[in-house]
């Protein structure tokens, strides 16, 4: 499976931004996916996960009512609406896949495939 990340770009504080991830092969399908984010400096963090049908999603505390996963099988393609964005945001943002256990939803070692990533910048 490849992945390739794409949306990123700047924005104001406030403002709202979509990333999405095309990724090719059959299994995307069968996983759980999970946007990722790492800022200059900091350790790469989860900030949500979907479950492989999209009727489980799960977010980090820092995100949680302001991002929103999503995922249309059909297209293969998973999506991240972030809204409210803050300039804490600003980072790299990378979609992973192949999540088989989502307990482990925030450890990036339970993801088998990886996007190259797409840099947001929130400017205050």
């Known amino acids: 499976v490849q992945l390739q990340a794409s949306g990123g770009g700047l924005v104001q504080a406030g403002g709202s931004r979509g990333l999405s991830c095309a990724a090719s092969?059959?299994?995307?399908?069968?996983?759980?996916m999970g946007w990722f984010r790492q800022a200059p400096g900091k350790e790469r963090e989860c900030v949500a996960a979907?479950?492989?049908?999209?009727?489980?999603?799960y977010y980090a505390d820092s995100v949680k009512g302001r991002f929103t996963i999503s995922r249309d099988n059909a297209k293969n393609t998973v999506y991240l609406q972030m809204n409210s964005l803050k300039p804490e945001d600003t980072a790299v943002y990378y979609c992973?896949?192949?999540?088989?256990?989502?307990?482990?939803?925030?450890?990036?070692?339970?993801?088998?495939?990886w996007g190259q990533g797409t840099l947001v910048t929130v400017s205050s």
């Open positions: 979907i479950s492989w049908s999209g009727t489980r999603r």
């Open positions: 992973a896949g192949g999540l088989a256990y989502e307990s482990r939803w925030l450890e990036a070692s339970e993801y088998n495939y």
């Open positions: 092969g059959r299994s995307f399908r069968t996983y759980g």
